[in-house]
């Protein structure tokens, strides 16, 4: 049995960015979900699936690290959010949802899932808070008070006062 072969016209890719704005994970995850829909539509099944990564944004503000990881349709009882030191993991699972009929095609995705950081300053673990709202859950972890930048003020002395002593 021969595969089908997909072609592009005009050879190279066209609108896509050229160089380091191009993100190559991206890419290859594309490629994975590729690859995944073509084994199931000639197998009928897909191995066992392995913890994924979901997607997220961190910043950082002067007092905390914020974090905003995408997990629609995921229930906060099927999410578990740990700290040990500067080590923050965010693992669950999102359940297959029962089904009439045959399932054509499914890019959702499903399984258990996996967000790992390492912050780049000592946080304060005791106070982290975590709430989830519009399948996006916000995990919010207070640095701890010897990392936060302090402003130090300079105080003026004048020459007159220093001389007369």
């Known amino acids: 049995m021969t595969t089908p072969v997909r072609r592009h016209r005009g050879g190279a ?6 160089g380091w704005a191009r993100n190559p994970l991206t890419e290859f995850d594309q490629l994975l979900s590729e690859m995944s829909g073509l084994m199931e539509s000639t197998v009928g099944a897909t191995a066992p699936a392995v913890a994924w990564t979901p997607l997220a944004d ?4 002067d ?15 099927d999410i578990n959010v740990e700290a040990n030191g500067q080590e923050l993991v965010v693992t669950g699972e999102i359940k297959e949802k029962e089904r009439k009929g045959v399932l054509r095609r499914s ?3 499903t399984g258990s899932f996996e967000y790992r950081l390492r912050l780049p300053g000592e ?8 709430q989830m709202s519009d399948g996006v859950l916000n995990i919010t972890v207070p640095k701890a008070e010897v990392a936060k930048p302090r402003h130090i003020e300079i105080s003026e002395t004048s020459e007159s006062t220093e001389n007369k002593g």
Request: overall charge negative; aromatic content about 2%.
């Open 13 to 18: 890719m066209q609108g896509s960015p050229v």
């Open 107 to 109: 890019t959702r995705r």
């Open 123 to 130: 946080v304060d673990t005791e106070k982290i808070n975590a």
């Open 63 to 77: 007092d905390a690290f914020h974090v905003e990881i995408e997990l629609p349709g995921v229930k906060s009882k």
């Open 58 to 61: 961190v910043t950082e503000s």
